[in-house]
């Protein structure tokens, strides 16, 4: 869509974090061309749209667009949709796509986001909810079929399973262990939220490992099969090939970047799902995996990038991890690390879904919370994370 020439920024990744990048050089003043690259066709959406109630959500592209169409053309931002970046040659500055084309940049961000875990027992045919083609496809299936069966008892898990009871199909959630939404929230919440499915009619499998699982069918290993619409919600791994690619380090977190979110490349920087940030209490690379988090880091990113074309210090992006989910409508936020210690306390009535629930460190400072149907509660605990920490919100 643009017509500037010359080097400029080139976003590799059409998700939140890349969008956000790249509307953030313009608002903050950046005339030099800018290039987002994507490999679905057509123009950037809301991936959290696919899964907070697939089968009642409209996903027309002009419902869930992350700006409207007319927003790329307007800010002079080349999207470029369809395509992937086949080499980058750090060296160049150069970003050769496959379609043959090269693009030269002064600076490059990664916003790869993830590649969803497929283990060796798990078919092709097994769909994930990544793209808004898959929404479509599990939303046709799981209509005609009227079944689900979900493999993985995280949030995304648990909302497709929220989605289908409450449109009064049969869900059943498969977990390998002991609880659901074990690795981001308390004992407490897990059990509240497994209850709140167990009342919604939906059938939990926890401690439960599969064997084989096909589109129709899952195949336990205590013997157990479960057939419907098969959905595989196992979490996902950083995309890191092309920050390989680029010579950048990367661990098992992701690609490794400093405060900056710039990674040891000149020029290249990574933001997103994909970037493994120094964790705010240890120093050591962490990635987040939320909404929350892509937004604030495109909107970091981009300004770290002016920075360095500035010639001045970039800043510091420090700040308190955040994610919510809805399911049956109730709002569930999560605030900092709510599972990073035993030291758990709960104010109100999680049984009635209003609730707090914090996680205290050894000085019995809030770490982290959970907080059901206590918004602005949310808020107040992560401003007190991000005080003790030094951060900001």
């Known amino acids: 869509m643009s017509t500037q020439t010359g080097p400029g920024v080139v976003i590799v990744g059409a998700g939140t974090a890349g969008v956000t990048a790249a509307a953030t050089l313009r608002a903050e003043g950046y005339d030099g061309p800018v290039t987002l690259i994507g490999a679905e066709p057509g123009l950037p959406y809301r991936r959290t749209a696919l899964s907070k109630d697939l089968l009642a959500a409209d996903l027309t592209e002009g419902r869930i667009s992350l700006q409207k169409p007319d927003f790329w ?127 919604n009619g939906v059938w939990l499998r926890t401690s439960s490992a599969a064997d084989s699982a096909n589109a129709r069918r899952v195949q336990l290993a205590d013997g157990a099969q479960l057939v419907g619409t098969v959905v595989a919600a196992i979490g996902a791994r950083p995309d890191t090939a092309l920050a390989e690619a680029a010579g950048a380090e990367v661990c098992a977190h992701g690609v490794v970047v400093n405060a900056s979110l710039a990674t040891g490349v000149p020029g290249v920087y990574a933001a997103g799902d994909v970037a493994a940030l120094p964790d705010l209490r240890t120093g050591e690379p962490c990635r987040g995996e939320h909404w929350f988090g892509a937004t604030d880091q495109g909107k970091a990113v981009a300004k770290s990038v002016l920075a360095d074309f500035a010639g001045t210090p970039a800043p510091s992006f420090t700040e308190v991890p955040r994610a919510w989910t809805i399911q049956y409508g109730v709002n569930v936020q999560m605030v900092g690390w709510p599972t990073a210690s035993d030291d758990v306390r709960v104010e109100g009535s999680l049984a009635d879904g209003d609730a707090l629930v914090t996680t205290h460190g050894d000085d019995g400072s809030v770490i982290g919370a959970v907080a059901v149907g206590r918004a602005a509660a949310a808020r107040e605990c992560r401003s007190q994370i991000a005080t003790a920490l030094g951060s900001r919100v």
Do not use: C
Request: overall charge negative.
């Open 73 to 199: 053309e307007t800010k002079q931002i080349d999207v470029r949709g369809g395509v992937r970046v086949a080499d980058i040659d750090a060296d160049a500055q150069t970003v050769t796509l496959d379609d043959g084309s090269t693009i030269t940049y002064r600076a490059l961000i990664l916003a790869t986001g993830g590649q969803p875990i497929r283990p060796g027992w798990l078919d092709p045919s097994v769909p994930t909810l990544r793209t808004r083609e898959d929404a479509f496809a599990i939303r046709d299936d799981l209509n005609q079929s009227q079944r689900l069966v979900v493999i993985g008892g995280g949030l995304i898990g648990l909302e497709l399973a929220a989605s289908a009871a409450a449109h009064g199909m049969n869900a059943t959630v498969v977990e390998a262990s002991d609880r659901v939404v074990g690795r981001v929230v308390p004992q407490a919440v897990s059990d509240y939220l497994a209850q709140l499915h167990l009342d």
